[in-house]
């Protein structure tokens, strides 16, 4: 494995090295010092609404079992049996009353303690009582915060209101478009398997310049159906305005405006200004949820709400969040160069219908596996992935805009939407973490 100064030195001003890429033992390190200290996100409180709902989320190498028990409480628990080690959910998301073991049919309760072990009088002591040492492992933290629900797999660290504080206003504010304050999982969800590193999902996210090359091609027949067939209907407008405002000309990258935080999170924005994208006070939709936004906040409480434009929010490390379509994306790191994109969709309680039906089509548009923009990307990381291990050069630039990174409030570093200022900040985030103690 390499050593402490080994890895310090992967990550200097404006560039990175390639083995952040493609080297197995950097990925192992990855595994254990960053998804196993950080605060990581495993779903939503509406996702476990009655006692004995579950659901299971990847967390790093972990396989983690989010329950409801019978108190109220949500705790998370390790899928992994005490007796031999084997998985004993396979679903995704689900209710049960116990949950048993597969291989040798030991019963564990919602709060994962030891229930009942056929033959126990032939096991050793940790089999001998219901309820002793022989349940499902508890991960160490679990909270949440405004219903979004995130776990710690290591004892010591900051509390999840210190971790998410920088980027907590994007979260806030997502919550915040609800009239009611409160959002819930819509039911659908993609995921997708890439050919790439896990940290490339994550940087395009907030990568403004990439998207009039990568995406151009589904641009332009957006452009070219709208013209030859005089609008797309008016349930597809928004999304056609999406996908044609990937055409990004370079001089239009420094209208936009990107903010690397503390903790390595992050958010660009600029997109919502104008046009389809932008809050339309005439649209009779958008006038009854602004007219019950107001009822719940105020006229200028609403109006800040809705004022805020921001793209895609990073919390760091592996979580982006589309608050203007109630959209969030997680990648999940599977191996050096193999991640799951998993893509799920909110609703704002109280919000009209057809608002949730706006963000169903917004994940569907850009994150199933039928959808020309996901595939687009999904192209680029392999051909990223692929790149990065070939010629003499080892390293990977990311210097847009270093000279002209400027300074804004509470630890943020503020630029145009044509910087890296946010994916320097992932790395001086991931520095620090791969190079702790």
Request: proline share 5%; glycine share 10%.
């Given at each position: ?80 049996c005490a007796h031999r080690g084997a998985q004993i959910v396979s679903a995704h998301d689900g209710s049960a009353a116990t949950f048993d073991c597969p291989y040798h049919g030991w019963v564990y309760g919602r709060d994962g303690r030891l229930v009942s072990v056929p033959g126990r ?317």
């Amino acid at each position: 494995m390499p050593d402490i100064d080994e890895i310090r030195a992967l990550v200097q001003p404006g560039r990175v090295h390639r083995r952040v890429y493609t080297d197995p033992d950097i990925f192992a390190l990855e595994m254990a010092r960053i998804f196993e200290r950080c605060w990581i996100y495993v779903g939503h409180e509406s996702q476990v609404a009655r006692p004995g709902d579950f659901i299971r989320a990847p967390v790093g190498r972990h396989d983690i079992l989010v329950v409801r028990g019978d108190d109220g409480a949500i705790v998370g628990l390790h899928n992994r049996c005490a007796h031999r080690g084997a998985q004993i959910v396979s679903a995704h998301d689900g209710s049960a009353a116990t949950f048993d073991c597969p291989y040798h049919g030991w019963v564990y309760g919602r709060d994962g303690r030891l229930v009942s072990v056929p033959g126990r009088e032939d096991y050793g002591a940790r089999a001998a009582s219901d309820g002793g040492e022989g349940g499902l492992q508890r991960v160490p933290a679990i909270a949440a915060y405004r219903g979004f629900v995130f776990v710690r797999l290591c004892e010591a660290g900051p509390d999840l209101a210190e971790f998410l504080a920088p980027i907590a206003d994007s979260i806030d504010n997502f919550v915040d478009r609800s009239p009611s304050g409160e959002v819930e999982y819509g039911g659908s969800r993609f995921r997708q398997l890439f050919r790439g590193n896990w940290k490339l999902s994550v940087e395009n996210g907030i990568d403004a310049a990439h998207a009039a090359f990568v995406h151009r091609s589904s641009a332009a027949v957006a452009k070219a159906w709208e013209r030859d067939r005089g609008g797309f209907g008016e349930n597809a407008e928004q999304i056609i305005a999406q996908i044609k405002s990937n055409d990004i000309p370079p001089q239009r990258w420094r209208d936009l405006a990107v903010h690397g935080l503390r903790n390595g999170h992050g958010h660009l924005g600029g997109f919502y200004r104008e046009g389809k994208l932008a809050p339309q006070p005439d649209d009779p939709v958008f006038r009854a949820y602004r007219r019950d936004l107001t009822a719940r906040h105020g006229a200028a409480r609403a109006g800040e709400i809705l004022a805020l434009d921001r793209f895609n929010s990073v919390v760091y490390p592996n979580l982006t969040i589309n608050i203007r379509f109630q959209v969030l994306r997680q990648v999940q790191p599977v191996a050096v160069d193999r991640s799951i994109v998993h893509a799920v969709c909110f609703r704002l309680k109280g919000a009209p219908e057809e608002m949730f039906r706006a963000s169903v089509r917004c994940l569907n548009a850009f994150n199933s596996p039928a959808s020309l923009i996901s595939q687009d990307d999904l192209a680029v990381f392999r051909r990223a992935q692929d790149g990065v291990r070939s010629g003499a050069d080892p390293w990977i630039d990311f210097s847009r805009g270093a000279g002209i990174d400027y300074d804004v409030e509470d630890g943020k570093r503020g630029n145009s939407g044509a910087s890296e200022v946010l994916h320097r900040a992932q790395y001086e985030m991931w520095q620090s973490l791969m190079t702790a103690a």
